[in-house]
């Protein structure tokens, strides 16, 4: 069952969970390093990744890619990289090579939506129409929204340990 207790069980995958993260990788400024030396060009406490042409970093783990700041948010949560499925992690000042743990913020996708910047007005965050609930929503709004689910969060992972 998810940590984050949302009803659905999901699956685990052995190969990316908590301790290997742990295990693998230790975090400084941003940026993963590799712990110990992984083979090929993997050497010890050389740069964990790469930039990909997306804008994201990306983590190569036994054929698979996984997603820089997904992997950080684990490593800093203590959870697993499938615990937090169905959730998003959104970077808090739209910078997707910005992986600093004080950026990345838990959050459900309609809340990573309305953070998104509106190449139709310059490139400026604007206020948000929410079509579901016929309201209009403010960067103030959506700030304590954020900060609102991120205590949540941290209050169900103390709950469960």
Not at 95 to 112: A, F, P, S, T, V
């Amino acid at each position: 069952m998810s940590i984050l207790g949302r009803g659905e069980v999901l699956c685990y995958n052995i190969h990316m969970d908590y301790k290997t993260i742990t295990e693998r990788y230790y975090y400084k400024d941003g940026f993963l390093y590799n712990r110990v030396q992984l083979g090929g060009n993997a050497k010890k406490d050389a740069l964990a990744g790469f930039y990909h042409a997306d804008g994201y970093w990306m983590i190569k783990h036994k054929g698979k890619l996984y997603k820089y700041h997904r992997v950080i948010y684990c490593y800093f949560n203590e959870c697993g990289y499938y615990d937090i499925a169905g959730w998003d992690i959104d970077h808090l000042d739209n910078d997707r090579g910005n992986n600093n743990i004080e950026n990345l913020i838990l959050c459900e996708h309609w809340e990573n939506q309305l953070n998104r910047i509106d190449t139709k007005r310059n490139g400026e965050m604007s206020v948000s129409w929410k079509k579901q609930r016929g309201i209009k929503i403010s960067q103030k709004q959506r700030d304590e929204r954020r900060r609102y689910n991120r205590d949540l969060h941290r209050r169900k992972k103390d709950n469960q340990a």
